[in-house]
């Protein structure tokens, strides 16, 4: 973790992954990317400064969105900050800035299905662990302490989610980890006989070590529902999950886990991307 990109839209839930984002980019010395999002002209960076002047308004929200991010950046005076707007869509922006920036991690706030107007953060943050291709750590609620003791990563645990782990493995180490693997099986007909996920799930015990891991099966009615119960039941701190990039039929026809429990969870998610050639696409954001 060298660069860390929050986005942030100045809402509650937006200012709690500003203050994780902060604490974990001073404990791993990391570089901190503020960025959000202001209603300006899509040709703004070709305009020339007398330009941007004469349009009076869109420079009044650019000035008030600095002072802003400015004020955050002086409240942690610790960290190495760096703060940028941009106009367009969200996505779209996060995904250019990242690309642009080296960013290798990301954390986002998000509102979830609460009911409640969102804001663009909580719209949005579904469509940033589809197409931005870095891990994405998505908060709901303050962060005192940051104290990951004890992970989830759920998995189907077959070849492809090797590395997604060991990416998993990588963040949660410096936390000395109790990992726990979780298997849901909902009963259906695509439900792997109990014997084989128990010994796909044994594979990466081994790739656990040196930590402490244990292997569990959860039943429940749906994988998303199952892996929040298993995860509130044995005082986990963090969930971890491959964000594996299904063609968006089968997103549409099956639903995504993924963007379910991020809505659902009040846990922080740590989501690892990893696109598959055959099916990955270029989506519209």
Known sequence: MKNVLIPTDFSACAGYAVD????????????VHLLTKVDIPENWDELSEPEKLALKESSQVV?????????????YPEVETKI??????????IKNYANSNGVDFIVMGSHGASGKNE???GSNTQKVIRSVHCPVLVIKDKIEELDFSKVVFASSFNENERTPFLHFKDFVKHFIP????VAIHTSSLFDPPYILSKEAMESFRELSRPFNSHTHIFRDFTVERGIRTFSEEIGAKLIGISNYHRHPLKRVLMGSNVEALINHSNLPVLCIDYVEKEVAVEEKV
């Open 178 to 181: 109790e990992i726990h693997f």
């Open 119 to 121: 804001y663009f953060i």
């Open 20 to 31: 994780a984002g902060m604490k974990l980019a001073k404990r791993f010395g990391a570089k």
């Open 63 to 75: 000035r008030n969105a600095l002072v802003l991010l400015k004020n955050i950046k002086e409240q």
């Open 84 to 93: 940028a707007y941009s106009g367009g869509r969200l996505v779209k922006a």
